[in-house]
């Protein structure tokens, strides 16, 4: 008998990139040039997430992006109307729609889908009309879940801070919100992503619990642990622990 074996798509977020680029001005190092690298290097998505402050990403990054990224671009932000037009014109493979604080350092919550359900159905379906593929950030809340997929997404986003928290303390349980959270997304027929503090020491572990995991954005972790051991070797450990 043949065996098929599932890859789990690994998407690299650059915003750090950016970030040590912003640090001095001028353009080292080359954002452009790192997203090109990075897909020579196999991962198959490059991740960018725009703030209003462009602290990183800028959103003239997202439009020089978009002729650079060959494999998924996905786009990650809060809808607020500046970010909404940015995705229409760029056009990216995926919108990843976070409901981030203006000025937050980083992501720190999901969706609630029951709340902002309408507000949500709408943009997503302004994105649908434009042919881009959708995805919320939520955390393993199975109410969550239900009223994500009331919306119409395409796919969820898990919020793994709280699993990578309780891996680190060697809690292995700390996965099972998350199992039941990907079992009942999979019965809805929702696409599952993941992202945040997912690191090459508990990725593995992740993608081999989570039924129908299809891509993880990582970036942070990523990068640091570039620092050490050079971008292309951790893209290549990535991809071997997400087979």
Same mark, same amino acid.
């Given at each position: 008998?043949? /065996?098929?074996?599932?890859?789990?798509?690994?998407?690299?977020?650059?915003?750090?990139?950016?970030?040590?680029?912003?640090?001095?001005?001028?353009?080292?190092?080359?954002?452009?040039?790192?997203?090109?690298? %990075?897909?020579?290097?196999?991962?198959?998505? %490059?991740?960018?997430?725009?703030?209003?402050?462009?602290?990183?990403?800028?959103?003239? #990054?997202?439009?020089?992006? /978009?002729? !650079?990224?060959?494999?998924?671009?996905?786009?990650?932000?809060? @809808?607020?109307?500046?970010?909404?037009?940015?995705?229409? $014109?760029? /056009? @990216?493979?995926?919108?990843?729609?976070?409901?981030?604080?203006?000025?937050?350092?980083?992501?720190?919550?999901?969706?609630?889908? &029951?709340?902002?359900?309408?507000?949500?159905?709408?943009? !997503?379906?302004?994105?649908?009309?434009?042919?881009?593929?959708?995805?919320?950030?939520?955390?393993?809340?199975? /109410?969550?879940?239900?009223?994500?997929? +009331?919306?119409?997404? #395409?796919?969820?986003?898990?919020?793994? $801070?709280?699993?990578?928290?309780?891996?680190?303390?060697?809690?292995?349980?700390?996965?099972?919100?998350?199992?039941?959270?990907? +079992?009942?997304?999979?019965?809805?027929?929702?696409?599952?992503?993941?992202?945040?503090? &997912?690191? &090459?020491?508990?990725?593995?572990?992740?993608?081999?619990?989570?039924?129908? &995991?299809? $891509?993880?954005? !990582?970036?942070?972790?990523?990068?640091? $642990?570039?620092?050490?051991?050079?971008?292309?070797?951790?893209?290549?450990?990535?991809?071997?622990?997400?087979?």
């Amino acid at each position: 008998m043949v /065996k098929f074996f599932r890859m789990t798509k690994l998407s690299v977020n650059i915003n750090k990139i950016a970030t040590l680029r912003n640090a001095r001005g001028g353009n080292v190092p080359n954002l452009l040039q790192v997203a090109a690298d %990075i897909q020579q290097f196999g991962a198959n998505g %490059i991740t960018i997430h725009p703030r209003p402050d462009e602290r990183h990403i800028r959103y003239q #990054d997202a439009r020089e992006l /978009k002729p !650079i990224v060959y494999t998924e671009y996905n786009i990650e932000g809060n @809808p607020q109307h500046n970010f909404i037009d940015l995705v229409l $014109e760029c /056009k @990216p493979t995926q919108v990843t729609l976070v409901p981030d604080a203006i000025g937050a350092i980083t992501s720190s919550a999901g969706w609630d889908t &029951l709340k902002f359900q309408g507000y949500l159905t709408e943009v !997503i379906q302004e994105f649908h009309r434009n042919g881009i593929r959708t995805s919320i950030f939520v955390d393993p809340d199975l /109410k969550i879940i239900e009223g994500a997929q +009331k919306t119409g997404t #395409d796919r969820i986003e898990l919020y793994t $801070e709280a699993y990578a928290h309780h891996y680190s303390l060697g809690n292995f349980a700390g996965i099972e919100p998350y199992i039941q959270a990907a +079992k009942l997304a999979n019965e809805l027929g929702l696409g599952i992503n993941a992202g945040h503090d &997912l690191s &090459l020491q508990n990725c593995k572990f992740f993608a081999e619990n989570i039924p129908g &995991l299809l $891509e993880v954005s !990582i970036g942070h972790a990523l990068i640091a $642990e570039s620092l050490y051991m050079g971008l292309e070797s951790v893209i290549n450990q990535y991809l071997a622990l997400l087979r």
